[in-house]
Every structure is written in C-alpha cells, then in structure tokens.
C-alpha cells in the first residue's frame, strides 16, 4: 500500500482525489500496488468537499509531515509559504515529495532537489508547467542526448485566451479580460497571468532544465499584454502576423542565455500561431532532434491532476532518480543587448514635419526600417505603424524615448517583438 498526504485540496487537489479513486484500479494494475489517500490538509473543515475526501481531513500540517506511514506528500496549495517550509520538511522525513507549484521550483528548485537526493527521496513537479502537458519528464529523460538549443512556448492559457478573443472577436483587452474571469480562466487579481509573470517561472524551469544551470524568475526579462490593442492585433494580421505572449529561451553564438517572455508577432505558419484559447504548446529544439512540439491543456482541474497523479505513479516505482540537472553555470543576456525585428505603433501629427523628426530620431540610434505606414485616425492624428529591421532593444529604446520628447508626437502606443525565423535557422524572435 502506497500512502498518500495531500496539502490542499482546491481545484487541482479535489482533482487529484477524484482520480485516484475513480481509476484506482487501474492504477493498481500499473503501479503493482494500491494507492491510498489518507490525509488531506485544509484551511476549513467545515466546508463541502467531494466526497471521496471524507473522514481524511485535517487542519495539522504535521499530521502528514510526521506520520511515518506516509509515503508521498503531495503539495497543492500554491503560493511560496509555507509551502516551500512545507516541501523542505517532507524531504527531509525522507518523504518523497509531489507538487504543482511553480513559484517554489522557480525559485528554490536547485535547493530542494539536492536536499531530495541527501534524503535518498523524489521531488517531482511535472504540473508546474503546461498542466497535463508531459514536458519535464521528456526534457529530463527522452531528450537527454541533446544539447537543448532553444525553448518556447506558449505557457499561459489566460492570456491566450484573451488574445484569441481579440483577434477572433474584436474585442478590447478588457472585454476579453471580463470574459476570461467570467468563465474561470482568470482570477479575479490576474496580474500574474497578463503581467507575464506565471509564465517567466514557467520559463525559469524549463530554461533549468533545457540549459544545465540555474536560471531563476527574476533573470528573465518580462512583458505583459496590457498594452496590447484592437489595432495591434488588426495591424498584425494585415501583415500576416498573429500576438502571442511567448515565452522563449535559446542559447547564443558565444554560450550565453536569452529569456524572455513578452508579446510577439509570429507568422501565420509559425508552429505555435495555431494554438488557441486556453491551451498550452511548447516547441523544443535540440541539436539532434531539430523541433519537437508538445500540445495540451495547460491547466485545468483534471488535466493538471492527471501530471500530478503520473507523478505519485512514478515517486511510488522507485527505481533510479534524476536529481538536479542544474550543474553549470551561464550569463543571462541583458534585455537591451537583445537583438530583434520590432513592431511599432506611434501616434503623430498628421504633417509631414511630425514624420521627419520622428525618421530622424531613428536615424540617429541606427534603427534600420523595412516597412513605415501611416493609417488614418483622424482629429488631425495618424497612427505610424512600422517594422524594423534586426536592432539591439537597447538602441531601440532610446531613439523611442527620444522620440517621445518629440512636438509632434502624442504617443509611443507600442513595441512588440517580431518572431520568425533568425539567421541561425531557428525560429528566434531575438539574439
């Protein structure tokens, strides 16, 4: 008998209750043994649970932590603490440890998976990213004979659902963001989903894993989509361009690291313009394989209960474990030194002594143009929408703030990274 202590039991932890005993025979079959939830830490006992729960509640973390009998702890309360405390204390029990937490592997991966191998234990986080995508398990296992090259994805459904709505809909930002709250797919705070922020520490592990080194959140440069308008997504698509807030991570010519999550117009054939709503894909691209794509539901109460249930099966196998495969060291580019095609959205004077200063300003930062168009908004305005050529974001970002500055100038409306196809023959956005 496999014992099982789960710590929450919100959308994801009532998923993973409900899959182990609707499939447990099933699971038995597999696994060669029976899985059995015995504790379930909660905030509130008085609250309705399903039913399966019943008789295993408790509000004592330790009444899972400190039974000897348990033999996965399984964390699903989200948030930094107490669960990282609560992790930390189950590992060092030499109890093997399941979670979906991705803040806490952002940060303190490294950490917890050296204490795992000192404790002789697993720590498995398969549902931290892409939901019931497999992605850690194939990156850690089927792709290690290659040298990871590049990662990108689209790691955050949230906002791909509000972006597939505005292009699908013409609806504003917000119009999309009600609908998304409407309908469960964004909190009611979800400044972690549309500021970028849910997927960096998705980045953050992946680019772990994919590179050999520690990469943490805060050394991934980070855009939402808040700026993102009607007449982006209506301009883009003139130009044969979809918006997707990408998360993307590759290695460079002289073996440092990009990371970046940001809004990025990607074209029509690009492998990763197709995926819609809520879903999740990530493209990996190893030296010996070339491109691999992975594709699913990136969240969800059972999707991610499935990843968190793979997971018990395999801490409860036993058999050899991969600890932390973050053994080197690298250098994170810094933002301004990366290089990209760049669209941007200005508002002008309609005159042509407005467009003048503003083609000087960018003459003068050595920003290269392949297209300019000016499209019609009246009031004695025009919007300015451009290409640029490949130009560092640095350098960009002084000719705009110099342009800002400008007479004829009303706004900077914005800047969005242009992926395609680079030099190297990598679908890279930047380099």
Request: hydrophobic content about 35%; glycine content about 10%; aromatic content about 6%.
């Given at each position: 008998m496999i014992n099982v202590g789960i710590m929450g039991l919100g959308t994801v932890g009532t998923g993973v209750v409900e899959l182990l005993e609707t499939n447990r025979s099933t699971i038995a079959r597999r696994l060669g043994d029976e899985v059995e939830v015995k504790k379930i830490l909660v905030r509130d006992l008085s609250k309705k649970r399903t039913p399966y729960a019943e008789g295993k509640l408790t509000t004592r973390a330790d009444d899972i932590l400190e039974d000897g009998e348990i033999d996965v702890v399984v964390e699903l309360m989200g948030g930094e603490e107490p669960a990282r405390t609560y992790i930390k204390k189950a590992l060092e029990n030499k109890k093997h440890v399941v979670t979906a937490n991705k803040e806490v592997i952002s940060k303190h991966g490294k950490e917890l998976l050296e204490l795992a191998e000192r404790s002789g234990v697993s720590l498995l986080f398969e549902?931290?990213?892409g939901g019931g995508i497999?992605?850690?398990r194939p990156m850690k296992q089927c792709l290690a004979?290659?040298?990871i090259m590049k990662i990108s994805g689209i790691l955050n459904g949230t906002t791909n659902y509000i972006l597939t709505q505005m292009r699908e809909k013409g609806w504003s930002f917000g119009e999309a963001l009600r609908e998304a709250q409407r309908l469960g797919y964004a909190e009611s705070d979800p400044s972690a989903d549309i500021k970028g922020f849910d997927a960096a520490r998705k980045l953050a592990i992946l680019s772990s894993i994919g590179f050999n080194a520690r990469i943490t959140p805060d050394r991934v440069y980070v855009e939402g989509i808040e700026r993102i308008g009607p007449e982006d997504?209506?301009?883009?698509g003139e130009l044969g361009y979809t918006i997707k807030l990408l998360a993307s991570a590759r290695r460079t010519g002289e073996g440092r690291v990009e990371a970046v999550v940001a809004p990025a117009m990607l074209k029509e054939n690009h492998p990763l313009s197709a995926v819609r709503d809520v879903y999740n894909a990530i493209l990996v691209e190893g030296d010996a394989v070339g491109q691999v794509m992975f594709y699913g539901q990136g969240a969800g109460k059972m999707p991610t209960a499935s990843a968190v249930v793979a997971d018990i099966i395999d801490a409860a196998r036993?058999?050899?474990r991969i600890y932390c495969t973050c053994y080197g060291e690298v250098e994170v580019v810094p933002a301004s030194l990366m290089t990209s095609r760049f669209y941007v959205r200005?508002?002008?004077?309609?005159?042509?002594?407005a467009l003048a200063e503003i083609c000087g300003a960018l003459g003068r930062n050595g920003i290269g143009l392949e297209m300019a168009a000016q499209k019609g908004v009246g009031g004695g305005l025009v919007e300015i929408v451009m290409l640029t050529l490949w130009v560092p974001?640095?350098?960009l970002q002084r000719a705009l703030n110099e342009i800002k500055n400008l007479k004829g100038v009303k706004e900077v409306a914005n800047i969005i990274r242009v992926e395609e196809a680079?030099?190297?023959g990598l679908h890279g956005g930047h380099r």
């Open positions: 549902a931290s990213v497999p992605i850690i004979a290659n040298r997504i209506k301009y883009a036993g058999g050899k200005l508002k002008a004077e309609d005159n042509p002594e974001f640095g350098d680079d030099e190297d």
